[in-house]
């Protein structure tokens, strides 16, 4: 099959959504001026959608499997791995949550500590619903029964060689302290496709040099990544997980089972996956 | 009466307290609210003249540091202090300032323990925290005082509401209670007041925070509650809701200039240097930052709910002051 019937089969194949019945269904508690306490705001999340649809549907082809598991209502942390240079995959996890389910849910993500620094950025996210990453911020959240998407692996995992694509890094603890705190159950999601939409190898002596934690860069121009390649998306919702105990405790046993758990989806998906792009 | 009887009274008296800061705007409304509705006798510390002030509130126009002022304590009949007089003029002079507000509030602070004064309230303001782009969208009473790092314009206030805790614990039979209420909005002459009048105000391009704000007669009313006895500790105090400052601005149908925040120090630098503008340079991470509390402290233990909605505070800058 030639490239453009590929493309021409691939474009019927588009599902329609109903975006606007979509927002109305989203449950946000939002005052007079139509603003939630973290400055999300359904007239503007309204643009986002619009833009993450055409990336999860037309883009990147996405499909979620189990997103059966995700809970309709109430508090969950979806905890994910994290790959790719660029945060598309939180895009799709979260494009998932709101255009897969009978229940549209949106997704919380936790963002870095530089991006209320960065113009436009700073209060986009928020408006799109997306938060500092404070375990304070992520425990309100839980409290008002909300979906978290936490990515344990951060900065390491995104940053990540292509020589190491689906090798997860070391789990960071605190969802776990999180989820034990709030008695919030853990949706496990793998992500395949965001490891080959920027091949990287990473410059770690030069990025020592620059003083910043990574230095990815790709083989083709303008060699830093500032669009990911047209991949295809599959997600993997698994069956979400319970913990009880102590948070105090040794976290070591409970979050080494959520990674085992992604990694044994991670190896499903990559059996059933024939290719990268299609 | 001796000193020693002021806390087990037969005789009912109008309960006497003393207000520092008196002659500002915010003053008034807390003298008001607490002379005319709760029945205090109030007797007011403040340099200034206070116009219009009703013939039974006393007013001693003198420096705290003064013996003078010392006298209004020593006659052992003030059952609580409200401090309102920090100073913050970005016009006058850094070491003049910090003087008046560090030496001041130590002196009343030594009044209040020598003079057995049961019951002591700061307004301190939740500034104190300061605005940072890690802060988590609601800090606790128990977020460390940051703000000092960034602006040391708001060093004194940082210093003054460390004072008070470190009172809170060492008088322990003094009951301190420190308020740090939200951008306070109203009838008055305070930096977010000030900003939300300008016709044109500043913002910068690409930051959009938000942002909480409480009506003045809201924060008198928490000092109201503060003076009740039993009540001791450190609360924020919040308002009816948070929004981001552009709807603030709309809702006011002000016209923001948009400036890059590189250039944004700059300009405003000459702008105030030039006397065009009085925003406070340092300041300006607070129209870009969010620097939010959690106010359910109060709430709970102090019973403090605004009385005014989100539309009816922020419309309140635009009271005739």
New interface residues.
Partial sequence: MGLVDRLRQLRAKVPEDDLEGRTQALVVQG???G?D???LSKANLKYAITVARWLYRVYFRAEAHGIENLPASGRCILVSNHSGQLPFDGLVIAAACFLEPKQPRLVRAMVE???????????LF??WGQ??G?P??CR?LLSAEEAVLVFPEGARGISKPFSKRYQLEDFGKGFMRLALETGSPIVPVAVIGAEEQAPAVNLKGVAKLLGIPALPVVPYPPFVAPWPLPVKYRLYFGEPMKFTGDPDDDLDEPVKTVKHRIESMLHVGLREREHVFW | MSSGETTERSIPRPRKVVITGISGRFGRIVARRLHHELGWSIVGLDRRQMHGRPKDIELHQVDLRSKKARDVFRAGDIDALVHLGVMHDPRARPAEIYSWNITGTTKLLEYCQAYRVPKVVLLSSSNVYGPR??????L?EDAPLLAAQRFPEMRDLVEIDHMFSTFLWRAREIETVILRPVHIVGPVHNAPSNYLRIPRPPV???????VQLVHSDDVAEAVALALNPGRRGIYNITGP????LS?ILA?LRREPRLI??PMAKPILSLAFALGISSFPVAELDFI???CMVDGRRAAAELGFRPRH???ETIHAVDDPV
């Fill in positions: 005052n007079e001026f603003f306490p973290f400055g500590f530089f991006v209320p620094t960065v113009p436009f950025a700073s209060y928020s408006r938060i500092t404070t304070e911020n309100r | 782009p890690d802060n988590p969208q609601f606790t910068l391009l690409g930051f959009d925070p938000m809701g948070e929004v981001p709807a809702e890059p925040h870009r930052y969010v909605g989100l539309r």
